[in-house]
């Protein structure tokens, strides 16, 4: 087996975008049509960890590997950067947060490094802005809602806005809950939008008292129902029926059966 380099990947995709030669997808892309893609690749390499399967990590690694050699060619045609100095950046941006490894300074733990991490960042944003800053700057519009609702908030609790206690953020949930029971009798939908908004993100801010990772515990959440679900569809499929000649009750007395066996 031969052992490709880098260097090989970034010629395969200069020739994927070459003007002749390569090909027509790959030609027509920009930045904005591929990015979709390279967030779609992130979240396949977090669901290979989420499985534990080692030889689709290494698959969808290098697939995101790709989208950053492709997002990395397109600016060097531009004449922005290359792939060289994508590398670059990172290794100053590494060395310059990890003082106390590349450097003299020390840190106790990791909890007093993260909080130098975010102080070198902060620092990092105060110095790039030309114009006003806060402290949300720089929290990416592309996370995905619940991340970056968790994020929002760690920054503002930053500055001590946030609940002493999870009791409040408990109170805040109820209190969010009954805006949404109410708006549900009047019925106006974009009004409903933004309370069941707040609703969320008040239920964000409650996993992250509690010390839960909010996008990963939805994503728990999703993978246990859609165990249970595919269950319970054999489920009725060993009585010889399909979901559609099942009611409701049939089908929440099978979700139960599942849901016991599981507690088994």
Avoid at 38 to 51: R, Y
Avoid at 79 to 92: D, H, K, P, Q, T
Wanted: aromatic share 6%.
């Amino acid at each position: 087996m031969s052992h490709r380099q880098i260097g090989d990947l970034l010629t395969l995709m200069a020739t994927l975008r070459d003007p002749q030669r390569g090909c027509p997808w790959d030609r027509q892309q920009t930045f904005k049509t591929i990015a979709p893609y390279t967030l779609e690749e992130a979240f396949e390499v977090a669901d290979a960890i989420e499985q534990n399967d080692m030889a689709a990590l290494r698959e969808e690694l290098g697939d995101l590997l790709f989208q950053v050699v492709f997002h990395a060619r397109m600016a060097e045609e531009a004449g922005a950067f290359g792939f060289n100095e994508v590398v670059e950046a990172i290794i100053e941006k590494m060395i310059r947060r990890h003082p106390h490894v590349f450097g003299d300074a020390e840190v106790a733990d990791a909890e007093e490094q993260t909080r130098r991490w975010e102080m070198q960042k902060a620092a990092e944003r105060s110095a790039k802005s030309s114009g006003e800053t806060s402290l949300l700057d720089g929290v990416a519009l592309g996370l995905p809602a619940l991340t970056r609702a968790e994020k929002l908030q760690k920054r503002a609790a930053r500055a001590g806005f946030d609940w002493p206690e999870v009791k409040g953020v408990v109170a805040k949930v109820h209190e969010e809950l009954k805006e949404v029971e109410d708006e549900l009798v009047h019925g106006e939908s974009e009004a409903l939008q933004g309370e069941i908004g707040d609703l969320l993100f008040s239920v964000v801010n409650l996993a992250r008292h509690s010390g839960i990772d909010a996008e990963h515990a939805l994503r728990a959440a999703n993978l246990k129902f859609e165990r249970r679900f595919r269950a319970v569809e054999r489920g009725i499929a060993a009585q010889g029926k399909a979901l559609s000649d099942c009611n409701l009750e049939e089908l929440d007395a099978e979700w139960d059966k599942v849901k016991e066996q599981e507690r088994r």
